[in-house]
Structure formats: structure tokens, C-alpha cells
């Protein structure tokens, strides 16, 4: 949620070799509340808010054995995390 209503930036981005690679980003406008659910399945990568999808990503680098992660940044208490999965 942005605490101004001013929106929130929804990126993804690939670390490969110990660099960040920016793969998709945008901003979704409005207070934004509710489930983000990030899916990565082949070379695809899809975000999605309260079920609608929101940002897509397709990069074939992904598609090896490696590690999962994600980060949240901004104002303190403006995220929470509930659940974390990897299968």
C-alpha cells in the first residue's frame, strides 16, 4: 500500500552473475491493498494484485537451477509479508 496514494512500483529483475538486471517494471497507481503473488514457470515470469495480472517478464536465463528470492523497499510498514513459497 502507498501511504500517499501516490502508487507503488512493481518490478522484476534477474541476478545473474552478481549483477541485477532489470526485466519489466511499473507503476501501479492508487492505495493500493491486497495479495501479490509473483509466478516464474519456464521463462515466464508474471506478477499479479489480487489475482489481475499486473506485470509480465519472459527471459530464458531463468531457466536453470538457481536460487528464489524477493525484496520489498519503501516506507516502513508499508509491505508485509505472510507467506514465502518455492516449489
Given at each position: 500500500a502507498s501511504p500517499n496514494g501516490a502508487g507503488v512500483q512493481v518490478s522484476i529483475h534477474v541476478k545473474l552473475g552478481g549483477a541485477y538486471?532489470?526485466?519489466?517494471?511499473?507503476?501501479?497507481?492508487g492505495d493500493l491493498q491486497g495479495s501479490l503473488r509473483f509466478e516464474a514457470v519456464g521463462?515466464?515470469?508474471r506478477v499479479f494484485l489480487n489475482g489481475t495480472l499486473v506485470l509480465s517478464?519472459?527471459?530464458a536465463s531463468l531457466m536453470r537451477a538457481g536460487t528464489a528470492g524477493f525484496r520489498l523497499s519503501g516506507a516502513?510498514?508499508?509491505a508485509?509479508?505472510?507467506?514465502?513459497?518455492?516449489?
Open positions: 538486471r532489470l526485466l519489466a517494471t511499473r507503476t501501479l497507481a521463462s515466464l515470469q517478464a519472459n527471459d516502513s510498514g508499508a508485509t509479508v505472510s507467506q514465502f513459497g518455492v516449489s
